[in-house]
């Protein structure tokens, strides 16, 4: 069973419009930035606020290409665009990082010799552009949140970066204008041309990743699956891949569901997730759910009770309760009638029974420790009432704490 379904069927339009006004702001204030640099770079002949002004546009440029195919990807014609043609966008990148690297040392050679005279006004235009850098890049990192989109977020971390970078640069024209060694000037070039190399070195290095077709991101892998086991319907996440083309992801996924369900229920299952995915992770533009049938057989939760409640205790209770999920068939009942060694005993019992799931009010560290590394699921209850919670893991309502 294959599920393709595109992003734009799940479109939600919650804070849309802030975003919007968040981007639009930290546009105007790189290319406020970049202007103020550039124009009195060249009235006060300065290189330094020339090649600051040089890395505002690459940065701005950056921006407005993420910018760009995102707002591609959310228009009509998106579903037009392939994912080799994503693919032109980290060959463009490429090369714009090759550009970049050669033009910043071009201007560093060729750089003006400072004048005899040192204005002080160089080093306070660069300290002054420094305030409005801070905020571009605070807003892009709440932009990029906003929208769940991790190369906005990166590229927000970049500009707040530069913002040291350009107060070490800001710091050296003030020096130089007050005790006139060129020295100084030679130190806010050196840190000016450095920071560029060090811009063109990430794009070129993010875009052959992404070329080779590797992870960019391999956190992201991690999230994601994280995000579909989260849904107690899927019984194991068989497989997982992630394609990177630009600043959007493809993926695949395989899926195992129990078997007793319809079609329409594990159609239900791969919708959910598929929502969830899109509304989680800006950047996914597709991912494609594939359902199997488990070939494992039942997937078997364990209850720890006290009495007839749920114990607040996991290893020491004083019963187990075990039931078949695929149709909430009572399979085992067991005795917790050790003195000692509780850990260990009930490591055995899930071993035993092939536990794949346990449900739990409150769980310690070590125990939890244990069942993770056993790869069993533990779902938190809130409630103590047996019938209850097997009806909220039913319904997926419970909170998957590993
Ligand atoms: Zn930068």
Redesign the pocket.
């Known amino acids: 069973m294959l599920e393709i379904r595109n992003k734009d069927e799940y479109k939600d339009s919650h804070g849309k419009a802030n975003v919007k006004h968040l981007i639009v702001a930290v546009l105007a204030l790189q290319l406020f930035i970049l202007i103020i640099r550039i124009i009195s770079g060249l009235i006060l002949k300065n290189s330094v606020l020339l090649l600051e002004g040089f890395?505002v546009f690459?940065?701005l440029s950056i921006t407005s290409a993420v910018l760009i195919t995102l707002r591609v990807i959310e228009g009509n014609y998106a579903k037009k665009f392939s994912y080799g043609l994503y693919k032109l966008d980290d060959l463009v990148s490429f090369m714009i990082s090759i550009i970049v690297a050669f033009s910043a040392f071009d201007i560093a050679i060729n750089s003006m010799a400072p004048e005899n005279y040192s204005s002080i006004y160089s080093a306070w235009i660069q300290l002054s552009t420094l305030i409005p850098l801070a905020i571009a890049g605070i807003l892009k990192i709440n932009a990029g949140r906003l929208m769940g989109l991790g190369s906005l977020v990166e590229d927000g971390r970049?500009?707040y970066a530069?913002v040291y970078e350009g107060l070490g640069v800001g710091v050296g024209l003030l020096l130089f204008s007050v005790l006139h060694q060129a020295l100084f000037y030679y130190i806010s070039i050196g840190i000016a041309v450095i920071?560029i190399l060090i811009?063109a070195y990430q794009i070129g290095k993010g875009s052959i990743v992404s070329l080779l077709d590797l992870p960019k991101d391999p956190s992201l892998s991690e999230r994601v699956k994280d995000g579909i086991l989260k849904d107690s319907g899927v019984e194991a996440l068989k497989d997982l891949r992630l394609r990177w083309a630009g600043p959007v992801v493809f993926g695949e996924a395989i899926i195992t569901v129990k078997p007793s369900l319809t079609i329409i229920e594990a159609h239900e299952i791969a919708d959910r997730l598929e929502r969830s995915i899109y509304e989680k992770f800006g950047e996914i533009r597709n991912i494609s759910i594939h359902i199997e049938p488990s070939v494992r057989g039942t997937r078997k939760l364990l209850i720890p009770m006290d009495g007839n409640i749920i114990s607040k205790k996991v290893s020491r209770a004083r019963y187990f309760l075990i039931y078949n999920i695929n149709d909430y068939s009572l399979l085992g009942n067991i005795e917790n009638n050790v003195s000692s060694n509780f850990g260990k005993n009930f490591m055995e019992i899930c071993k035993r029974m092939e536990i794949t799931d346990v449900v739990c009010r409150d769980i310690g560290e070590n125990t939890k420790a244990m069942l993770k590394g056993l790869g069993i699921r533990i779902w938190l209850s809130k409630s103590d009432n047996l019938e209850e919670t097997l009806r909220n893991f039913k319904d997926n309502a419970l909170e998957l704490i590993n």
């Open positions: 890395h690459i940065d970049h500009t530069d920071a811009t």
